[in-house]
């Protein structure tokens, strides 16, 4: 059994589960990454509800959202872990997987702090429908960021995460990867975004999706409708041009906005602990 906040044991049992021959490219990252942005993604800044404290996706309400098809598989990875870590938050463990997750497959260093709880004020339940939809375009993209609190450039660094993994057609209806290594964190997707030729392809359950073939992976990449809205818009564009040409500049801003992704809805006192009052039960911190 692990030692009480040994995160460098959680740590290192993150990433000697990410090999998962099995599974999609052969590794769990990706899906870790995508479960630690849901996991937080459903803040909102004006009524202080969602956000990563609590791990609302063990249960139906939120688990069962549409936006979360998939996730189960991240969840079920990462129980090995819980199970010898028994003293780590659900919430701790999802938000450092993505953090470990992303470092393990070649990108930065994300700063990250422990103290999240696993409890859940079901007057707080942030509603269904506050993640984003690929299927739209860049007003929808402020809508969801902004209510979060993030602003345009942070928008396009955190779009970046698209360098990994890939949709399911029985997940988000979307299908293909966006990038030809799609287990190994760069800044391929803003270049691809840019210098190639997308066409409009209709897949056959009716999702709109752009496509190119690319001749070296002899795949099909793909982009979603949000993904190049990022090129379209004015105030998104100057942003995907930079990440394309400077990858430390990427990853950097990556690092500061995925962290500041992570900490969403969490207040930290003098010494970086947790001071949410609604985690506060009985007097105790739970
Ligand atoms: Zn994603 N994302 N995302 N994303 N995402 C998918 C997959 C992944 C959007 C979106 O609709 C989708 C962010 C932002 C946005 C990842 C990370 C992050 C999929 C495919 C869709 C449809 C799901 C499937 O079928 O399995 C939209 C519209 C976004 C708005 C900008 C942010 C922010 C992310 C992290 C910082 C990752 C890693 C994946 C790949 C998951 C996997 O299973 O391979």
Known sequence: MSTTGDYTSVRAAIASLLKQPEYDDGSAG????RLAW?????????????????AGMRYEAEGGDPANAGLQHARVFLEPVKASHPWITYSD?????????????GGP????????????DDSKLPPRGRLPDGALGGD???????RMGFNDQEIVALSGAHN??????????????????????????????LEREWREKVLDNGVRQYVYYDEDAEEELMMLPTDLALTTDKAFRPWVELYAKDKERFFGDFSRVFSKLMELGIRRGEKGEVVNTDNVRGGYVS
């Not at 463990?93 to 497959?105: P, R, S």
């Not at 997940?171 to 975004?193: E, I, Q």
């Open 93 to 105: 463990l999802w938000t450092l997987a993505g953090v470990e997750a992303v470092k393990q497959m």
């Open 38 to 54: 849901h996991s937080a993604g459903t803040y909102d800044a004006s009524t202080d509800t969602g956000g990563s404290n609590g």
């Open 140 to 146: 929808h993209l402020r809508h969801i960021f902004y």
């Open 164 to 193: 990994l993994g890939r949709c399911h057609a029985d997940r988000s209806g979307f299908d293909g990867a966006w990038v030809n290594n799609p287990t190994r964190f760069s800044n391929t997707y803003f270049k691809l975004m």
């Open 109 to 120: 260093e994300i700063p990250w702090w422990p103290g999240r709880t696993d409890y859940v």
């Open 30 to 33: 990706p899906v870790l990454v």
